[in-house]
Nanobody
Framework: VQLQASGGGLVQAGGSLRLSCRAS????????MGWFRQTPGNEREFVAA????????YLADSVKGRFTISRDSAKNTLYLQMNSLRPEDTAVYYC????????????????WGQGTLVTVSS
């Protein structure tokens, strides 16, 4: 597995979680990284992205002001800090990457992790 997501779990509304995604197999700094989420019967939602150098940040309107994306090149790890969680944030969260020749802003990521389940209770 080249993208290993972790950190999901059950949390009450208003709580926080931090997701991690450990990347391997490729040069971490050559890839934009992103977080997506999906609920049963729905399309995958593009939640957040960070450019390969960490300067460019994208956050979906639904998570702005609550979620933060970051990356640690020394640890080859991507993070998603999720605060003020809501029941509608319940989903399987996936990390993904794409080669830096494309834009980090477009959701055409092509290398996926296995997902981690986040459940927010009301």
């Amino acid at each position: 597995v080249q993208l290993q997501a972790s950190g999901g779990g059950l949390v009450q509304a208003g709580g926080s979680l931090r997701l991690s995604c450990r990347a391997s197999g490729r040069t971490f700094g050559n890839y934009h990284m992103g977080w997506f989420r999906q609920t049963p019967g729905n399309e995958r939602e593009f939640v957040a992205a960070i450019s390969r150098n960490g300067v460019g940040i994208y956050l979906a309107d639904s998570v702005k002001g609550r979620f933060t994306i970051s990356r640690d090149s020394a640890k080859n790890t991507l993070y998603l800090q999720m605060n003020s969680l809501r029941p509608e944030d319940t989903a399987v969260y996936y990390c993904a990457r794409k080669y830096y020749s494309g834009s980090y802003l477009t959701p055409d990521y092509n290398d996926w992790g296995q997902g981690t389940l986040v459940t927010v209770s009301s």
